[in-house]
């Protein structure tokens, strides 16, 4: 079981099917690669079967959402030929968060209890 959730990680299906919950603002590859290297050299990672699971808690626990939420709202691609403010930067970031924690959210209700070992 193991080996099939870290497929689902390592194929890119776990950030395609984020990025379905998140169409308006699709969330950032990177933030799954952060998290994927936390939990990798967390020493409590094996309480769980489940690099799905481990990665979404990591992401709430560590706040990574509104870190790239604002790593992302601040890059020039987004803006264009457009040179935003502050504010503007933010407002995006808060869209981002906001999507984003979504759908971190509805793909954690997957697990009504906790994937652990027993």
């Known amino acids: 079981m193991t080996a099939a959730w870290d497929y689902y990680v390592s194929s890119n299906q776990f950030l ?11 969330i950032c590859s990177a933030i799954i690669y952060a998290a994927e290297m936390r939990v990798r050299s967390d020493p409590d990672s094996n309480r769980s079967w489940n690099l799905a699971w481990l990665l979404l808690r990591k992401m709430i626990s560590d706040d990574l959402v509104a870190s790239y939420a604002s ?3 601040a890059k020039p691609e987004m803006w ?5 403010t502050d504010d503007e930067i933010q407002q995006l970031a808060a869209c981002f ?5 979504r759908a971190v959210t509805t793909m954690l209700r997957h697990w009504a209890a906790s994937p652990r070992w027993c």
């Open 16 to 26: 395609t099917e984020l990025r379905g919950l998140t169409r308006d603002y699709p």
């Open 80 to 84: 264009g030929d457009m040179n935003p």
């Open 97 to 101: 968060e906001y999507e984003w924690n």
């Open 71 to 73: 790593i992302e709202a």
